[in-house]
């Protein structure tokens, strides 16, 4: 799966919660764009960015889709523990 086709529910259908680990989401979309440490956990984040234009009159308005995927994961285990999808069109 790559990114830009996920959505919340695909993304937890394969990566199950408490069985994941770090290795399993780095085997399916490599190394991280961003990891961060929030409390007694890490989290990665992974982006997507499509851009198009569209022609409005005389003007290109630049539209398309963007997707951020955040992997919660306990920090001393490296268990999956949360997924976040956020996406946006425009």
Same mark, same amino acid.
């Given at each position: 799966? $790559? /990114? +830009?086709?996920? !959505?919340?529910?695909?993304? *937890?259908? @394969? %990566? $199950? /919660? +408490?069985?994941? !680990?770090?290795?399993?989401? *780095?085997? @399916? %979309? ?61």
């Amino acid at each position: 799966m $790559k /990114l +830009e086709d996920a !959505t919340q529910e695909s993304l *937890v259908d @394969q %990566f $199950k /919660l +408490e069985v994941t !680990t770090r290795d399993d989401v *780095v085997g @399916q %979309f490599g190394p991280p764009d961003k990891k961060i440490t929030a409390g007694s956990m890490e989290v990665w984040t992974y982006s997507y960015k499509s851009t198009a234009y569209v022609i409005v009159g005389f003007a290109s308005v630049p539209t398309g889709t963007s997707k951020s995927a955040n992997f919660y994961f306990d920090e001393k285990t490296g268990v999956l523990k949360k997924i976040e999808l956020e996406a946006h069109r425009g």
